[in-house]
Structures are given as C-alpha cells and as structure tokens.
C-alpha cells in the first residue's frame, strides 16, 4: 500500500505537492462532472421543447374554444368585419396614375351640409371597426373565458336585430363614400378629372407604355357631369380601400343571416315541444279531461301573449324605422334631390323649354350648392342662356369655350377664357376650363415625341436655341413652341407635374441639363407615385450623363429600375444595358 506524504511535508522536502483528483479515481469523477452539465443541458433542451409545445397546445385549444364560443355567439362575423375594416383604414382609396394617392385620413366626409377636416374616412372606418368589436364584446362579458369548457356556449346571443345594426356600422363608410363621390363632392370629382387628363398626356410622352387602366378614356373629352360618369370615374381610380370596406359587409350578412337561422329554429323547436307536451296530455289515461283542457289553454295563452308582445315590438320597430328613414331623408335627401332637378332641366331643354331648364338648374344648385364646382354644370347652364340670346356672362363664355376647344379653334378658346380669368381670377371652374385650353395649345404645339412613335424624334434644334430660353427679346419657339403655353399652366397652377414633365423633356432635348434636371427634381417632389418616379429619374440620370457625370447616372438609371414594379421602363433598362 503506497503511503502519500503530507503535503506540508512534501513542500518542506522540496517535492511537488500532489493534486487532489489527480489520480485514476479522480479523473473518472473529473470526467463524471463534466458529463453532468450536458446532460443537464440535453434535459433542459427537451424540457423547454416540451413546454413550448404545451404552451402551444394549450393557445391553440384556447383559441380554439373562443373561436367556438364567438360562432355560437354571433359575435365571430362582426369580429371579422372589424378586422377588413382596420385593413381599409390602411389602405389608398383613389389612386391617380403618375399623379397623387388619396389616402382615407386625406378625404373628409361631406355629405351636402358642409365638408369638415376633423372626420374622415379614416377615423370613420376605425370607429366603424371598434363599434363593430366593441358591441358582441360587451354582449360577452358575463361569459367565465378562464372556465370555458370545449364545445360550451355562451348563454346569450346575438339577436337578428343587432346583427342587422352591426351589418349597418359596416356598411356605414363605404355608403357615405359612394354617396359623397356620385351626389355631393363636384370639386374632389373635378380635381380627378383634371389629374387624370394631366396622367393620359404625360403617358402619351413618357417614352414607354404603362398597365392599362380599368376603362379607356380621352384626353380633354374626360367628364364627371352625370352619375355614370362619376361612377366610371370612381371605378377608373378606386384603390383597395374602398374595396375592402365593401368585402367587410359579406361577414355582417352572413351573421344576418345565421342568427335569423338559430332564431327561426328556437321557435319551431319552442312550439315543437309544446304541441308535443299537449298531445302527451291528451292521451295520458291518468290526466282527466279538464286537466287536458287546462294543459290546452295554458298553451293558447302562452302564444297569446307571446304574439301580442311580439305585435308591440313590431309597432315600435316600424315607429324607429319610419322616424329613421324620415330623418335620413332630410340629411341624405338634399343632393340627390338637386341632381334630379338638374337631370329634369337637362329633359326640358332637349324639349327646348330653355326658360323651365334655368329654372330647374336654379333649382338644383339651391339644393346642391356644391355644384357650383362642376364644369360641366355650368357649361349646360350656359348653353340655356345662350340659347335664349345672352352673350355674356361666366356660364356662357364657359360654354363658348368649351364648344371652341371640341372644335379646335383653340385661339378663340384662349381669348374667351383670358376674359373670363380677368373677370374670375379665383374661380375654380374658370382656371379649370383655361387649363385645358393651355394643356391643348401645348399639345399641339410641343415636339417632344409620342409614346406610341408617331412621332418618333423631335425636329432638330438650332445651336443658338439654349439663348433664347430665357431671353424675352428672342422668339422661345426656337426650342419648342409648347414652352410659352407651359409658363402659362405654372401660372394657372405652380405645381402641375404634367407642365414639369413636359418643360423638363423640352429642356433636355435642348441639351439644357440643368434646367431639365430642375423640373424633374420638382416632378419627384410633388409626384409619389413609383410609375412617375421612375421616370423622373430616369430622365435625370439622362441629365447628368449630358453633364458628364456617368456615374451618379448609373446609380440613378438603378433607382429608376427599382421603382419600375410592372417592368414598363424599357428607357432606363435599355440605358444600364447600353443600348442609348
């Protein structure tokens, strides 16, 4: 047996003291403890496995449940409706091509007594949403969530008639935005138009063709003057929001529908059981005829009762209906009423009665005020007056326009609305009639080229051309004769991105880079469209190779791809490729 020495010892004798564990047993209790820790950790692994699959289980048998308890409820279907709902208040509702996206926190809710900044369609949906989550909620709040058992049901139930109110809130945003958009708000319908002609003559020069709309519509031929015309245009530029808000109503009817269902079959079962418990006394021998008779006439009581409480219920139920629909009248009844009385003056002038249609049209905008913001009301009224010999006046010199530019002789056109812009400088129909007829006097005379090649290359420019952009003394239509009437649109309207676009193509085919890359900059300022941006940067990048900067024009052409999601810009990619 080997005798260790004491370790003081073996220090005092000038030996290496010797290490606890050092031995065979202790390295196999080394190595024992060393395996202790992954087990431990191999253990602690699975365990965490384990309750994360339980904890798993247990969310989904939850979620479960309330999802059986909110169907058995009534409550599943507006919950659903709140959600499509939260989704539309996120998304665009009108989406002008290369121009502008309407958002519903940027469209105010007017409905012919006045528009107000504070509600929109936003705010409304969302509210629209919480009431729509917040009224099955609170029909819930007595039901135990914790102690619910799988496959129990909730012991109170949404009626018919509260489905049908939730059905209601869910139709309320999208009803008020049809109704705004085909009655009441003339100004928001005309300011679309004008966008969307400005988007069909940009994409005539945008060099490449863009997705096709949902209809095909003309430049300068673009009207919102009768119902279907706006509903075309409401259908031309709708985004998701709107059709979102319409999808949320299909949940509400189907728990319409479903609670009409349950409520239907409680009473066939209700009076199942009782012809049952009557015939059972009937023909029980141990129950005397008076007891039957009795059994009888409790039962004829019961539905007696229930009847007459249902007839009371019905009698207040068409009372709110009627005072419902009474006060609906008076609110929502004011613009289609004018509308009407315009379409009856439109019929007594096609039946040449010119007196009775003024009269109606006067009518009309007593009715509708807001169409005072309608070009094409005020055209229709100016033909009446002249057709009665008046030959002044805004409404007639509106229609004096109007038949002019259809014509083509867009001088005389000009010299009627420089009139009438002396006359009404701040008139939103006048400075919409004059900017069609200075978007049409610059059509016709630009050289920029056309999309679809008809066009193909502008006509060459003289050397000299770039010294009389800016020189008054000097003609301008050494560059391009459409310049002078774009001055005119930035008059009309600073921020026109069709006059930025178009001045910036003339002023790059001049080889004035820098001034062509100063209303492209403007035309991805005031432009969120990607379509738009797209190219705005891609005729910048043309900018800065005209100016010797190859690289900031690659990197630009790239950003310009990367905008281009329906892969339309052939321009840019062409570009990058080398191919320009």
């Not at 209601?168 to 999208?174: D, F, H």
């Not at 928001?188 to 994409?203: G, H, M, R, S, V």
């Not at 031929?221 to 299909?250: K, N, S, W, Y």
């Not at 008059?491 to 790059?508: E, F, K, M, Q, S």
Request: proline fraction near 4%.
């Amino acid at each position: 047996m080997a005798v260790t020495a004491h370790p003081q010892r073996q220090r005092a004798s000038g030996l290496p003291a010797r290490q606890p564990g050092s031995g065979a047993r202790g390295k196999v209790v080394a190595a024992r403890g060393r395996a202790r820790p992954a087990a431990r950790r191999i253990k602690t692994v699975e365990e965490r496995a384990f309750v994360q699959w339980r904890a798993t289980t247990r969310f989904g048998v939850g979620a479960w449940r309330v999802a059986v308890a909110l169907t058995r409820a009534g409550a599943l279907w507006p919950t659903l409706a709140a959600g499509v709902l939260l989704a539309a208040s996120l998304n665009s509702w009108l989406i002008v091509p290369l121009e502008q996206v309407y958002g519903p926190w940027g469209l105010a809710v007017n409905i012919g007594w006045g528009e107000t900044s504070l509600i929109s369609y936003g705010l409304l949906t969302v509210v629209a949403a919480l009431a729509l989550l917040a009224i099955p909620l609170w029909n819930l709040r007595s039901l135990n969530w914790r102690e619910l058992p799988q496959g129990a049901a909730p012991t109170r139930r949404l009626t018919t008639g509260a489905q049908v109110g939730l059905l209601l809130i869910a139709l309320a945003p999208v009803a008020l935005f049809l109704f705004q958009m085909l009655f009441v708000d003339m100004r928001l319908l005309e300011t679309l138009a004008k966008q969307e002609n400005d988007y069909l003559l940009i994409a005539l020069h945008l060099g490449y063709s863009l997705d096709s709309q949902r209809f095909k519509m003309i430049p300068f031929l673009i009207t919102v003057g009768t119902p279907q015309d706006r509903m075309a245009m409401l259908l031309q530029l709708a985004g998701f929001g709107p059709e979102l808000a319409l999808l949320a109503v299909l949940p509400s009817l189907v728990g319409v529908y479903l609670a009409w269902r349950a409520a239907h079959d409680e009473r066939r079962m209700w009076l199942a059981q009782a012809l049952k418990g009557a015939n059972g006394a009937a023909l029980d021998d141990d129950i005397d005829e008076s007891e039957d008779a009795d059994a009888l006439e409790d039962i004829a009581d019961s539905l007696e009762t229930t009847t007459d409480r249902q007839r009371l219920m019905w009698r207040w139920r068409v009372a709110l209906i009627a005072a419902a629909v009474l006060v609906g009248l008076i609110i929502f009844g004011r613009a289609p009423a004018g509308l009407l009385f315009e379409y009856l003056g439109s019929q007594s002038f096609a039946s040449g009665d010119y007196v009775g249609a003024l009269n109606w049209y006067s009518s009309a905008q007593t009715l509708t005020p807001t169409l005072d913001d309608s070009l094409a009301f005020h055209t229709m009224r100016g033909e009446a007056q002249y057709e009665l010999g008046q030959r002044s006046g805004m409404d007639v010199d509106l229609y004096l326009s109007d038949q002019y530019r259809l014509l083509g002789s867009l001088d005389q056109a000009w010299q009627v609305d420089q009139t009438l812009y002396a006359l009404y400088p701040h008139t939103p129909v006048v400075i919409h009639e004059m900017m069609l007829t200075v978007e049409a006097q610059a059509e016709l005379n630009t050289r920029v080229p056309y999309t679809n090649g008809s066009d193909a290359s502008p006509a060459p420019l003289r050397q000299d051309a770039l010294h009389t952009i800016h020189d008054a003394n000097k003609s301008v239509t050494a560059v391009d004769q459409a310049l002078p009437w774009l001055n005119e649109l930035f008059t009309l309207d600073p921020n026109n991105v069709y006059a930025h676009y178009l001045r910036g193509r003339i002023y790059l085919a001049a080889r004035a880079y820098s001034l062509a890359a100063s209303d492209f900059q403007s035309v991805v300022f005031l432009s969120h469209d990607d379509d738009m941006l797209s190219a705005a940067y891609t005729y910048l990048a043309f900018c800065d190779a005209g100016q010797g900067d190859l690289v900031n024009e690659r990197l630009l052409l790239l950003h310009a791809v990367e905008l281009d999601y329906g892969y339309n810009n052939n321009t840019a990619r062409e570009a990058l490729s080398g191919l320009h």
